[in-house]
């Protein structure tokens, strides 16, 4: 049987003009997740990524601290929804709602999941990138690219929103379930599938054993 590990990328740079790039510390994660599946023996012999400069990054400071050397595959169905764009459409919609400059990410994050909401149930207005059919579909069609493969471990590095989804395909969770797990997940966290001909199965779900070292004040963060 063959397994694949999906993770999150490493904090990324939260309200900064180009979120699409890892942070110091987003850096640190990674290859603090890296050195540790390497004692635990945990190595990959296939790497595939989405297309966005954050899963790039992710994954070479993870194949640093692995001392792991091998060529990266890019899916673009493991890249995150536009986020920014369904908050715009939301707040366009309820202009009441915006955060007041100044509060805490929080205050982001509770419209950010009543706009994934509204999208899911197709309610979200405007011009929007994709649906949330395609969204799930283009990640499904990620999952099965993952699984296509003589490949025994393969590291997958995504972003929250298609872990989620891909636990939604896997465990078969309607959408609310789905838009719970996505606001869950933390950085450079790997959750662990097996896979054989019948399809895949979760073994373990938002591992972060690299950042709970005592010395590892603040690695646990979500953004």
Known sequence: MAEFYLVRHGQASFGSDNYDQLSPMGYQQASWLGEHLLQQDIQFDRVVTGSMLRHEQTAQNIC???KLDTPFEI????????FYALVKNYLQMFPEQQPKKGEKHSAFYKVLKKAITMW???K????LPETFTQFKNRVGDALAFVQDTPAKRTLVVTSGGPIAMAMCHVLQLNNE???QLNLQIKNTSYSQFFFNQQGPSLASFNNTAHLEKEDREGGLTYG
């Open 124 to 127: 979200l207005q405007g011009d």
């Open 64 to 66: 640093n601290g692995l």
């Open 177 to 179: 379930k789905m838009i």
């Open 120 to 122: 899911a149930d197709n």
């Open 75 to 82: 899916h673009e169905g493991l890249n995150e929804y536009d």
